[in-house]
């Protein structure tokens, strides 16, 4: 089945460093990323949908500058937060889409930012 | 935005019984998903039922979906120690390609 990978799993920062967090496609190619955070004992709320190749579309509320999503390759979509603050703290989830309906979960990363 | 609603929020049950869980959404839908999330793990894909789908079954999961409710349940038989988790359904709106919006979840504790 497809696999998606993300690097790292986890991560502990100091308030104001960027830290960068790589979603990879292993065995396909996709088109399409998506970047989630999810907060503990909470759902996961889509923060921006990413194509290969153009910009980042953020979702409402989610701040483009803050949260810099590249997209470089078919299976390579990276999320960079800036200027990271406690209330950054959070788990990522990536998602690889392939074909019209299916989409594949990483692993998510934990940020702990101190 | 999320428009998904679940219930309940938690639910704790004995092994060997079985386990429902219900998924109401806002907006037309082209398919509904079922995923599970082990605490602090990432999410895994149970199933995926079509709108003009009304039951799907996978294993000791069954999945109904009602359109004109807006509502789906997830019903687990049998259930193992090893379905703890947390569940979450996750719908596509027709207007928007691939871009899921998922249920608050239900946490599931299945005790031995």
């Known amino acids: 089945g497809a696999v998606v990978s993300q690097h790292p799993s986890w991560v502990i920062c100091k308030s104001g460093t960027s830290v960068k967090i790589e979603c990879r496609s292993l065995d396909f190619q996709a088109t399409t990323m998506f970047w989630y955070r999810q907060f503990p004992k909470q759902s996961l709320m889509l923060m921006a949908t990413s194509n290969e190749g153009s910009k980042a579309t953020y979702e409402q509320g989610v701040e483009k500058d803050k949260f810099l999503i590249n997209h470089a390759s078919l299976t390579l979509s990276t999320l960079t937060v800036t200027s990271a603050h406690p209330e950054d703290s959070s788990f990522y989830i990536c998602?690889?889409?392939?074909?019209?309906?299916?989409?594949?979960f990483g692993p998510g990363t934990r940020l702990t930012v101190t | 935005s999320q428009q998904g609603e679940e219930d309940p929020q938690a639910l704790s049950i004995q092994e060997g019984e079985n386990a429902t869980m219900n998924c109401s959404y806002k907006t037309s839908i082209n398919n509904l998903q079922w995923y599970r999330q082990n605490s602090g793990r990432g999410l895994v894909h149970l199933i995926l039922?079509?709108?003009?789908?009304r039951e799907k079954h996978s294993g000791r999961l069954r999945v109904t979906l009602d359109t004109s409710k807006k509502s789906s349940s997830l019903l687990i038989t049998a259930s193992r120690a090893a379905d703890t988790a947390s569940y979450f359904c996750a719908t596509d709106a027709r207007s928007g390609a691939q871009k899921l919006v998922f249920g608050q979840g239900t946490r599931l504790t299945i005790n031995p």
């Open positions: 039922i079509r709108s003009n789908e």
């Open positions: 998602s690889a889409g392939s074909g019209i309906y299916e989409q594949y």
